[in-house]
Nanobody, 121 residues
Framework: QLQAFGGGLVQAGGSLRLSCVHS????????IGWFRQAPGKEREFVAA?????YYADSVKGRSTISRDNLKNAVYLQMNSLKPEDTAVYYC???????????????????WGQGTLVTVSS
């Protein structure tokens, strides 16, 4: 359903653009979110897009989420990357997410396989 790609190894201060492609056309009201899980830590919310953008404080100002409905894709542009951004990044989608739960992974129905981002110091 969802495929995430674009991860890789980058030096601190560098940039990456992650892509998430949905296999079928999604409604504009569908929420697409990005989460990440660092080694030994729980999965955490990064950003989401539904009508507008939502960001975790940890990436706000350094990341931009955008959506291309024609390509059924959502992108996460990450700049000024830090070693603490190292994680597996997952995209997820949900069709009936209540805004108050947009940062909760349990609100999302479908998940991609994850793409690894490694930021070296």
């Amino acid at each position: 359903q969802l495929q995430a790609f674009g991860g890789g190894l980058v030096q601190a201060g560098g940039s990456l653009r992650l892509s998430c492609v949905h296999s079928s056309r999604t409604s504009r009201s569908t929420t697409i979110g990005w989460f990440r899980q660092a080694p030994g830590k729980e999965r955490e919310f990064v950003a989401a897009f539904r009508w507008r953008e939502y960001y975790a404080d940890s990436v706000k100002g350094r990341s931009t989420i955008s959506r291309d409905n024609l390509k059924n894709a959502v992108y996460l542009q990450m700049n000024s990357l830090k070693p603490e951004d190292t994680a597996v990044y997952y995209c997820a989608s949900g069709s009936s997410i209540i805004l108050s739960t947009i940062t909760k992974e349990t609100a999302y129905e479908f998940w991609g396989q994850g793409t690894l981002v490694t930021v070296s110091s």
